[in-house]
């Protein structure tokens, strides 16, 4: 917890000397996770932030990632990928529509976002983000669906981006090896691999 509020005060202090253009406001962070992404030892951050107010976008969530690093060992801004989740932004949104940001055990980043609230499609998509030759890519997608009034038409999808190995269900699937940032990423590309939708 004092790892949060220490990568929190100095996301603010980094925000107070950026341009105002530039800045994230504290109060559009909906999550935050901490972990050491590209392997140097040191606690590096990555955010989920809500878009500005009026920006009307499908995905009001963006993802930004900072590392640690340099004499001073300061976060620096190392990807910014605003647009690219999908989800609940406020706390007067709808429960079970909350994105999540999270740090994975070898050092990756998981960016959850659902549905587990309204309709009878209820959903729920994962990316896992990676740090590769300088950069954060897109490794892994994957989506479980549900159906409340038909479960009969319930399934899960892998799709390991990088190697283009993925399964539905427990079948394997022919799908395209790919390196994706999470700059250029689409969720239309995993979708595409798993049939959402068919």
């Known amino acids: 917890?004092?790892?949060?509020?220490?990568?929190?005060?100095?996301?603010?202090?980094?925000?107070?000397?950026?341009?105002?253009?530039?800045?994230?406001?504290?109060?559009?962070?909906?999550?935050?996770?901490?972990?050491?992404?590209?392997?140097?030892?040191k606690p590096d951050l990555a955010l989920l932030v809500a878009s500005a107010p009026g920006d009307d976008a499908d995905n009001p969530i963006g993802i930004y990632i900072y590392l640690r690093g340099g004499e001073h060992s300061l976060l620096t801004l190392a990807a910014s990928a605003p647009h690219k989740v999908w989800g609940t932004v406020g706390p007067d949104g709808m429960v079970g529509q909350e994105p999540s940001i999270a740090a994975l055990p070898n050092g990756?980043?998981?960016?959850?976002?659902?549905?587990?609230?309204?309709?009878?499609?209820?959903?729920?998509?994962?990316?896992?983000?990676?740090?590769?030759?300088?950069?954060?890519i897109v490794a892994g997608?994957?989506?479980?669906?549900?159906?409340?009034?038909?479960?009969?038409?319930s399934y899960s999808c892998d799709y390991n981006v990088l190697t283009g190995k993925a399964t539905k269900s427990g079948k394997d699937l022919?799908?395209?090896?790919?390196?994706?940032?999470i700059q250029d990423w689409q969720d239309d590309?995993?979708?595409?691999?798993?049939?959402?939708?068919?």
């Open 174 to 181: 022919k799908a395209e090896a790919r390196t994706v940032s």
């Open 141 to 153: 997608y994957t989506y479980a669906y549900r159906d409340t009034l038909e479960p009969d038409s």
């Open 108 to 136: 990756s980043i998981a960016v959850t976002s659902q549905n587990d609230s309204v309709g009878r499609d209820r959903w729920q998509q994962t990316l896992t983000l990676a740090y590769r030759n300088n950069s954060f």
């Open 1 to 41: 917890m004092k790892s949060l509020a220490y990568a929190a005060f100095t996301l603010a202090l980094l925000a107070t000397t950026a341009q105002a253009e530039d800045a994230i406001a504290p109060d559009r962070i909906i999550d935050a996770a901490i972990g050491d992404w590209n392997k140097d030892g």
């Open 189 to 198: 590309f995993g979708q595409k691999v798993c049939g959402n939708g068919e």
